[in-house]
């Protein structure tokens, strides 16, 4: 069955970096655009970056855009979000999810906490 596990979250001070994976099973990974979507305490979803199959392509949140950088290694069905510079209302609960061919997030993983504090 279609599995998406995040790692790498934690808990880092202000201005620091971390590096989250999500690792994919069950699907050909390669043919899916993935996103990043957050959840902060008491908020709702906030896209965070997405990519397109073979990596050429990148977008990010106005939010995050500079700080973070979205990956992919599709021989190891891996996506990556790059986070550096982190800023205290960067700590959420961050989501890998697939991007089914509608647009619709078809497949989501259990998520990563990151806490952004000092």
């Known amino acids: 069955q279609v599995q998406l596990v995040e790692s790498g979250g934690g808990l880092v001070q202000p201005g620091g970096s971390l590096r989250l994976s999500c690792a994919a099973s069950?699907?050909?990974?390669?043919?899916?655009?993935m996103y990043w979507v957050r959840q902060a305490p008491g908020k709702g979803l906030e896209w965070v970056s997405g990519i397109n199959t073979g990596g050429g392509s990148t977008y990010y949140a106005d939010s995050v855009k500079g700080r973070f950088t979205i990956s992919r290694d599709n021989a190891k069905n891996t996506l990556y979000l790059q986070m550096n510079s982190l800023k205290p209302e960067d700590t959420a609960l961050y989501y890998c999810a697939r991007v089914a061919p509608s647009g619709a997030l078809d497949a989501w993983g259990q998520g990563t906490l990151v806490t952004v504090s000092s």
């Open positions: 069950g699907f050909t990974f390669s043919s899916y655009w």
